[in-house]
């Protein structure tokens, strides 16, 4: 096992054939999974709007640099496509969309202020 880095992953997708009660379920949540709820957790943030066509699920995946975002990207794609599934019948989904941040080689641009005399 190389050395581990931790990735920030965004898993985009569309809803399709969403079922009345399956839709239902989801606007009466909305508020819940609003612009305000999107953090990066271990097992995942679901969030969406009332209109109800797409969503997105963020992750936080640990995985060995060696690796690299793509296997974090898939790690990610198996969990929203399990948590999606936990959802029960009726919420059907597209193709899962992933990109990857690598955390550990991000580089943070500071800004330094400017001395005064």
């Not at 995942?44 to 640990?62: A, C, N, P, Q």
């Not at 060995?64 to 794609?77: I, K, Q, T, V, Y």
């Not at 059907?92 to 330094?112: E, I, P, Q, W, Y």
Request: charged share 30%; net charge negative.
């Amino acid at each position: 096992m190389g050395t581990q880095h931790t990735y920030r992953v965004i898993v985009r997708g569309t809803w399709d054939g969403l079922t009345d009660g399956a839709r239902e379920r989801l606007l009466a949540e909305a508020d819940d999974h609003g612009l305000t709820s999107m953090r990066f957790t271990p097992e995942g943030s679901l969030t969406y709007d009332r209109v109800l066509k797409h969503f997105s699920l963020r992750f936080v995946v640990e995985s060995d640099a060696e690796d690299g975002e793509e296997m974090a990207e898939a790690l990610a794609e198996e969990m929203a496509e399990a948590s999606l599934r936990a959802l029960g019948e009726g919420y059907g989904f597209g193709a899962l969309k992933s990109s990857a941040t690598d955390m550990d080689t991000m580089k943070v641009n500071r800004k330094h202020r400017a001395s005064r005399p």
